[in-house]
């Protein structure tokens, strides 16, 4: 392991990079990323929904979301989108 490859997840904050990286109300794309790291982009649909979402939920740094729908690849086709509880 070289301790100066910044391409790792062991040396990166990952809560600071969603937070540096919220959503806005002009957000057009967005992505999901579980507790263990991995990103998965939403579907076009999915992105009008995310965005609805924010839109609605006022400014946070982070959503925790449920995401019905299913994955090909790294995209989820979103069937629904919801703030998690």
Do not use: W
Request: net charge positive; glycine share 8%.
């Amino acid at each position: 392991m070289n301790p100066t490859d910044t391409e790792t997840y062991v040396d990166r904050d990952g809560n600071l990079e969603i937070r540096y990286c919220r959503s806005r109300a002009n957000t057009k794309s967005f992505a999901v990323v579980t507790p263990d790291g991995q990103s998965f982009e939403l579907d076009s649909t999915g992105n009008a929904k995310a965005a609805e979402l924010v839109r609605q939920s006022g400014k946070k740094s982070r959503y925790d979301v449920a995401v019905v729908g299913g994955i090909s690849k790294h995209t989820i086709q979103v069937e629904s989108i919801s703030l998690a509880r």
